[in-house]
């Protein structure tokens, strides 16, 4: 006699992109995207214009997840969706969808941590990305968040280090904005990089103790820098942009890693996990893979349609709360704010 296999529907709306996943088990079925690209022209995300642009988004895009996974709605096992941390108007539109369909369907409910997620996406079953073994370090990098978070197995996270300020990917952006590029800046500034000398400008690192982060006082240096530079030469940042953004992104890259190697050498833990949408960033694989030969870590790396915020991370999250029978109570409320 075989088990039944679980679908699990996840919805995932913590900023601004609506994302629905439809998985079999730990498989992936589908992972829809919907992209909301009003927010460019006032060079960051307007909560308000956010929300109203999920509930616009949220019945087509789960509708063509089902489809695309060519699974009928009276066959899920249950609905998950983030709870949080996130904007409080976007995570209202997922958790009060997720809630009516369960509620429709009388299947089980599973709230997920955002950030949880994002270093779970790990074990999705997909062909192109290894799985780490418990228990590693991992590195969340993304618009809210940079953290190092030990990973003693699914449920067991301790938090050993943070930013005590930004978070690296609204560093970022905000150092992109002074440049005069578009949003989201970093993957524009990671292009522009490649083509750079990262060594033509030295920007100062911040020192705070132990494994806390903060990128305030870089995001200071960038501004006064450029200022500077561009008192004496107004087209500074034009003639220099991609010396710029490659020594402004190995600046990034150092801070990130001189903090893991802190990590490393006060767990023992050599299995290095990233996560977020600031895991995309070439600098930082790049940096992972040189310290796979120099240290001897071994570092993992999601696969790219892993590393934004989508439904598919939620959804493996999903599965493993469904194993352990962790279901949520509908009159359970979203979170803007959420420790792991």
Known sequence: MTKQPIYTLAIESSCDDTSAAVFKNNKKLSNIIASQAVHEKYGGVVPELASRAHQQNIVPVVDQALSQAKVDRKD?????????????????????????????????????????AHI???FIDDENQKIPQFPFLALTI???HTQIVKVNDFFDMQVIGETLDDAVGEAFDKCGKM??????AGPIIDK??????????????????????????????VL????????????????NIKDICASFQ????DILMDKMKIAVKDTGITQIAIGGGVSANSGIRTALKQAEIGLGWQSYVPKFEYCLDNAAMIAIVGYYKFLQQE??????????RLKL
């Not at 899920?76 to 809630?99: D, H, M, Q």
């Not at 369909?101 to 949880?116: N, R």
């Not at 440049?179 to 989201?184: N, Q, T, V």
């Open 76 to 116: 899920l096992s249950a609905i998950a969706y983030t709870k949080g941390p996130g904007l409080l108007g976007s995570l209202l539109v997922g958790s009060s969808f997720a809630k009516s369909l369960a509620m429709a369907l009388d299947i089980p409910l599973i709230e997920v941590h955002h950030m949880q």
């Open 120 to 122: 779970l996406a790990h």
């Open 142 to 144: 993304s618009g809210g």
């Open 179 to 184: 440049m005069g590029l578009g949003y989201p």
């Open 192 to 221: 522009l990089a490649k083509q750079g000398n990262p060594e033509r400008f030295t920007f100062s690192k911040p020192k705070v103790s132990g494994l806390d982060f903060s990128f305030s006082g870089l995001k200071t240096a």
């Open 224 to 239: 006064y820098f450029l200022q500077k530079e561009k008192k004496a030469n107004p087209n500074f940042v034009d003639e």
């Open 250 to 253: 190995k600046t990034v890259v």
């Open 327 to 336: 279901f949520a109570d509908f009159g359970s409320t979203s979170k803007a």
